[in-house]
């Protein structure tokens, strides 16, 4: 007897199957993955410069108004949605006159350690900021105010724009209040009081 044929038979008994699962075999579809959120790309350190005018009214039109202008260094990181940060600043408030009992006294340098709270829109952060400040304080012809620095607090908000990566500009305004400054006139003597001040500035940042 031939074996051969009946070799044939049995082999393509077996391979039938094994070709009609391979026809109708795929691959599974890959599973999707939706992309990550872009970040505003607000993480991180930054150093910059400001400028701009300090008075002691809080109408920007009032004539009574000096040049003030600084540098600025911090740290921001974005955590669930927003932008949180600290940031350290040294000013030179351009001899601001703010008024005591019986004169004036004039805001020489402040130094401020500021935290700041903000919303991310893109490349624009809308940021509130407050914290603990000391200013130096000279005298005037009209009065006799402290040696020394004086402490004080502020609260403010601004807007910041990135440019690209590394540069932003920004505008922000501060309320700054200085308690019981030491003063002394020849009409009123030895006083204590509170001053103040409003500052309206402009700046850039490098973002490292």
Known sequence: MNKMPIALAVFAAFAAPAGAADLTYSEPAPSYEAPAAASGGWNGAYAGIHAGTSSEHSSPFSGDKEFMAGIQGGYNAEM?????????????????????????LRERYRLAAKA???????????????????????????????????????????????????????????????????????GTGTTETNVSDHTIKAGLNYHF
């Open 80 to 104: 669930g949605g927003a932008v949180v940060g600290g940031e350290l600043e040294l000013s030179h408030m351009g001899d601001t006159e703010v008024d005591v009992p019986g004169g004036e």
């Open 116 to 186: 700041k709270v903000g919303a991310p829109l893109g490349d624009t952060l809308i940021y509130g900021t407050a914290g603990g400040t000391m200013t130096s304080l000279r005298d005037t012809s009209s009065a006799e105010g402290p040696d020394g620095w004086k402490p004080g607090w502020l609260v403010g908000a601004g807007v910041e724009q990135k440019f690209n990566e590394q540069i932003s500009g920004r505008v922000e305004y501060n309320y700054t209040r200085t308690g019981d400054v030491r003063s002394f006139s020849t």
